[in-house]
């Protein structure tokens, strides 16, 4: 539009464009008289939030959100540099006063933010170990001993190992055997809910799995082993996959 309208002028405009049935515009028309009437509370909406009229951005954003409404006049200068747009991104909740929230909207705007790091690890970091998870044998030969460490699988989850742990090699275990770390997930913290005070889990507790098998999947590798039939050791030659 090459100037800004009043409020009046504006709807006016609107109702043209979506309602070209309705000719009577007269001043004695109840459709008038409503126009009016809404554009007599947008003009107490801005007085009272203290806009001052004559082109403050406050006010220019008011009417520039009634003018979304009206198709673009053939003088308008075109919009020039976008030839295609493409949504392939999470979708996130948009929150506004008055919207009734549920359990459901949470776990979405949870979702959303852990989506967005996700991603973030797989394409930046990938997979692979960050640091630390050294694997090596006991003395008895059966027992392996996972150090502290931080590692990203393929789909970009957080592995984490905050304490040397002492893992049992599975009896009837084939050699060789990979030393593999997966994401988990378990329910804890119960909580009392409702009138029939029945229990739920209050949290989502994330972790890592240990696992030592021939399948590598989609986990992460730390280690080899492989056994002479008496006791297990640790394969020198294999390097785990590190992440850039």
């Known amino acids: 539009m090459n100037e800004w309208l009043t409020l009046t002028e504006t709807l006016s405009h609107t109702m043209r464009v979506h309602a070209p049935g309705w000719t009577d515009r007269n001043d004695a028309d109840p459709g008038i008289t409503m126009l009016e009437m809404l554009a007599f509370l947008a003009e107490g909406l801005r007085y009272r939030r203290g806009i001052v009229a004559g082109g403050s951005p ?93 590692a990203i699988d393929p789909a970009g989850h957080e592995l984490c190992i905050d304490r040397a742990i002492a893992v049992a090699v599975p009896v009837g275990t084939v050699s060789p055997a990979a030393v593999a770390l997966y994401y988990a997930e378990r329910l804890v913290d119960p909580l009392l809910f409702g009138a029939s005070q029945a229990m739920e889990p209050g949290h989502i507790e994330e972790g890592t799995r ?35």
């Open 210 to 244: 240990v696992a030592i098998a021939a399948s590598d999947d989609d986990g992460v590798i730390i280690g080899r082993i492989d056994s002479d039939g008496d006791a297990w050791r640790v394969d020198a030659s294999f390097a785990p996959l590190r992440t850039r």
């Open 58 to 150: 406050a006010a220019l954003r008011i009417v520039a959100a009634l003018s979304a409404y009206i198709e673009p006049d053939a003088n308008d200068a075109a919009v020039t540099g976008t030839l295609h747009e493409h949504w392939c991104g999470p979708k996130r909740p948009r929150f506004f006063s008055g919207r009734l929230l549920t359990a459901d909207d949470l776990t979405e705007e949870q979702e959303y933010h852990r989506e967005k790091h996700r991603r973030h690890l797989q394409t930046m970091h990938e997979s692979g170990v960050v640091e630390g998870l050294r694997v090596t044998i006991g003395a008895d030969g059966t027992t392996l001993t996972i150090e502290p460490g931080f």
